[in-house]
Nanobody, 128 residues
Framework: QVQLVESGGGLVQAGGSLRLSCSASGRTFSSVCMAWFRQAPGKARDFVAAISWSGRSTYYADSVKGRFTISRDNAKNTVYLQMNSLKPDDTAVYYC?????????????????????WGQGTQVTVSS
């Protein structure tokens, strides 16, 4: 069993930055892939970024590429999402997720169905 707890959300002006953290319990953290998704009111849960177990492979949605950076510290059982140049369209609840594998298969990282464990979410609000 893995428990995920997100933190770092808040209110920020457009153009600002935030860093989200996701702390994981469980001994298997360093051997599984992690990801961030987000969900705005009335919309589906969308893929944001993903990272392999070692951190060597990272993946991003086109909408955040060049602005967001996903990273992980396996010694601290934590994955991060550094968000720069934030836009009002980035406003959403951000969720951390993990699967049970070291690597993704094809573009499976984009699908919520790939992930087994989810955090409770943290709100990010970007004002214009």
């Amino acid at each position: 069993q893995v428990q995920l707890v997100e933190s770092g959300g808040g209110l920020v002006q457009a153009g600002g930055s935030l860093r989200l953290s996701c702390s994981a319990s469980g001994r298997t953290f360093s051997s599984v892939c992690m990801a961030w998704f987000r969900q705005a009111p009335g919309k589906a849960r969308d893929f944001v970024a993903a990272i392999s177990w070692s951190g060597r492979s990272t993946y991003y949605a086109d909408s955040v590429k060049g602005r967001f950076t996903i990273s992980r510290d396996n010694a601290k059982n934590t994955v991060y999402l550094q968000m720069n140049s934030l836009k009002p369209d980035d406003t959403a609840v951000y969720y951390c997720a993990s699967n049970r594998r070291q690597f993704f298969s094809g573009s499976s990282y984009k699908s919520p169905d790939e992930y087994v464990y989810w955090g409770q979410g943290t709100q990010v609000t970007v004002s214009s």
